[in-house]
């Protein structure tokens, strides 16, 4: 019998992994997202294999954001090549780019969107099923440079999240050379995008490159170069780190939120403003952010959760409450009931 490649090993190791963590992730329908490069290639091949042995239904679905000539054929072989390795169904569909803002993150936003569809149309009971995506360690490394370049905090450059609401990530910890490799060992072709490419088609507003591109055409190589080491393991580590005093910091500040909301859902202004600077300004806001109230100065500002974007609430910076209606997206009930989190994700702010 014919040794397994070991770089395809790797990857329906990764899925098996993934599929594991939860019995969730084993109960309802699985879609890759499939656009025929070689991740996400690799991606759909590994989900199959996984698929048919544990009984997982896994299907596909390819969007075509229409920003190239010829973009609707290339998402119609990405898909024959998804039904070719077994995935069923496949759902092929067509994003709205917007023309406003920076190209990457307007195909982003429009991708994530449709991906949230097509979750929902393959769930059952009420629950979406499950997105694969097919980000890997480069993609991370570059993403923790772009943000460190931007000036960002903990939770930013903790960089792409391996899962959130319905998307997952099973091989952030994987290279993209070995992905390549995968593919090759089973004889998969893959499409490559020339958007990937310093002299691609898509620019900047000033005829630059695009940010990641460059990040991974230039930045990365001229690292390479100038520390005579590969970086990559070393930022991926980095985010892993950062994840996890993000998540801690996020914890406390939830912690700190419950002891300055009342039962009415008013807000003691003077115990937020004593509270340590990190969970204060970066977390605790934050959270109180998510339906509108933004605590600082004398008052605190209702901008969402049921009241005018103009509307104030009275407060003391001092030690007085902040009084609103109880937001249910993010305070619960009145009486001080606990509030479910948002039913999926800010998608579009995942790479």
Do not use: K
């Not at 992994?17 to 879609?31: I, S």
């Not at 898909?79 to 569909?93: E, K, M, S, Y």
């Not at 937020?272 to 933004?294: D, I, K, T, W």
């Amino acid at each position: 019998m014919p040794r397994l490649d070991p770089d395809v090993a790797r990857t329906r190791s990764a899925v098996r992994t993934w599929l594991d963590a939860d019995p969730a992730h084993r109960a309802g329908a699985v879609l890759v997202a499939c656009s025929g490069g070689s991740d996400s290639l690799a991606l759909a091949a590994a989900t199959a294999f996984e698929a048919r042995r544990s009984g997982v239904q896994a299907g596909a679905v390819v969007v075509d954001h229409g920003l190239q000539a010829g973009s609707a054929d290339v998402a119609a072989a990405a898909a024959d090549q998804c039904r070719g390795l077994g995935l069923d169904p496949v759902i092929v569909r067509r994003a709205r780019v917007p023309d406003d803002g920076g190209p990457e993150g307007a195909a982003r936003a429009a991708r994530y969107a449709e991906l949230e569809l097509a979750a929902a149309e393959v769930g059952s009971d009420g629950r979406p099923g499950y997105v694969l995506l097919g980000h890997t360690a480069d993609d991370q490394a570059e993403t923790v440079l772009l943000r460190l370049a931007r000036g960002s905090g903990s939770r930013s450059l903790a960089g792409i999240p391996p899962g959130r609401g319905v998307l997952a990530r099973p091989f952030l910890g994987l290279r993209r050379e070995q992905l390549r490799r995968a593919c090759t060992a089973q004889g998969l072709t893959w499409w490559e995008d020339p958007t990937n490419a310093v002299d691609g088609p898509l620019r900047r507003a000033d005829g630059g490159d695009l940010p990641r591109v460059a990040v991974r055409e230039r930045v990365l190589p001229a690292l390479v170069e100038a520390l005579g080491a590969d970086p990559v393991p070393a930022l991926v580590r980095t985010a892993e780190l950062l994840r996890e005093d993000a998540e801690l910091l996020d914890l406390l500040a939830a912690q700190l939120l419950a002891r300055v909301q009342g039962e009415d859902a008013s807000l003691d202004l003077g115990a937020l403003a004593e509270a340590p600077g990190p969970l204060r300004l970066a977390r605790a806001a934050g959270l109180v952010g998510r339906c509108g109230v933004r605590a600082g100065g004398a008052r605190a500002r209702a901008c969402g959760g049921g009241r005018g974007a103009g509307d104030r609430v009275a407060g003391s910076a001092g030690g007085g409450r902040a009084r609103r209606p109880a937001c249910p997206s993010c305070f619960g009930s009145a009486s001080g009931g606990a509030a479910a989190g948002p039913p999926v994700t800010g998608l579009g702010r995942d790479e």
